[in-house]
């Protein structure tokens, strides 16, 4: 392992002069600096006063694994790994900036835009036909109920509320369901699906070491980078067909076919996130075959339940997979769902076939949740439980919920109207038949720049995804105009 830095010109350059490793970036191992070398660099005052090595630091470098006087540790000092490697004495100095994420990083750039009339497009949040991001007032109850009764702010378990987990489990099933009555199935509360994807990436990573994360062409822009961060190998699968409108069923089973044994296939569980297209009933119980038949893990991130159709009929990709594979991981989501993006509620649900398997991959994805972030926070969770555990904050959610959805879909509808009238010449019909928050317009990375630059509106670039659920009564004219002028 080297020293976890990518190498970076910019840090070459910066280097110790004459050094065999000519910057902290090309350092083959991290290292252990003695405190002495700190104490004899000359300190200088430098920028606004703050002190700093003015001359390379010489490398006297304290090796613990052949020396048994190991340097102190602070906060200079690296963990021991036994080579010699010089280095400057600041290293953050020495990093290049990351690139923006590629979609919060277009939120910021959004809340930047000092243009009045701008609209956001990017991030997928849902807002409301006053361009809000409301707290539903379930939720709002729920948190009454919550303040009243909490009374203490102990740390939860390791995998959450034991309530979240069989009230996710019933979420995702029903309560009579067989994958929830046998014990084949375990959850723990995650913060947000991401985190459950993150865990689950690290859970697969050790657990099935070699193993292959296959993800939909295209998928989530994140995928890819969590799968990657937990030091998996990524490939791809294909999903969408060439004219970007719709499924190339033929092409995704071929795929399919070919991924190897034991390998994991990520599958969107319904709206699939970016292009809105999902299989049809038919086309999952197709997948699920498939996905039996070449022994691959399924790995299912459901974060949309409810946006597509209804809670029910959007679990029947899910069903289907989880019926026909033995084993299976789903990472589930509140953020949508419950307007819960800031509280970070989601899960991760693992899938046996047997019971007692189920609890001992528990055990193992409980050590990946201890030794990341230790234990998740309460507060969402605690809502979400309150709320599906009660039939009348319930029946509530399921209300606010569909309105929601109905939102989404007439904006989508409204939309392609829209764009009929501003460009009559282009054809954007496919998008009423797409699902959930997000349309793979097609735009071109040129075209997505200049709505941004030219009209400040923001939208992803890859396949110039658009945030439905950010259109507003108000914004839609400007929007299809925008659109109409970089095509
Ligand atoms: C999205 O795709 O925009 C959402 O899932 C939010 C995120 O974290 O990227």
Redesign the pocket.
Known sequence: MGCHQNPSPAGHKRGLPGSEYASYDNCPTPLVRSSTARADATDAPERGGRRRHRQPVPAVVNNAETSSIAAPLNSVDLAPTGQHCPRNSLMFEHLDTAPP?A??GLNEAFRNDPNPDKINL????YKDATGKTPVLDCVKAAERRLIEEEDTKGYLAIDGLPQFGQLTQQLLFGAEHELVTSGRTVSLQTP???GALRVAADFLRKKLPGATVWCSKPT???HPKIFEAADCQVETYDYIDAAGVGLDFEAMLSSLQQIRAGDVVLLHGCCH??TGIDPTPEQWKKIGEVVRERSLLPLVDF?YQGFGESLDADVRGLHEICGQASEAIVCS?Y??NFGL?SERVGALSLIADEPAAAAAALSHAKVCVRTNYSNPPQHGAAIVATVLADPELRAQWEQELAVMRDRINSMRNRFVEGMRIASPDHDFSFIAAQRG??SFSGLSPLQVDELRTKHSVYV?TAGG?I?VAGITPENIDRLCAAIADVL
Request: net charge positive.
């Open positions: 994420d979609i919060l990017s991030v997928g949040v947000g699906g991401t989530w822009v994140n996130n970016p974060a989501s953020s949508k993006y928050m997000f992803v995804r945030n």
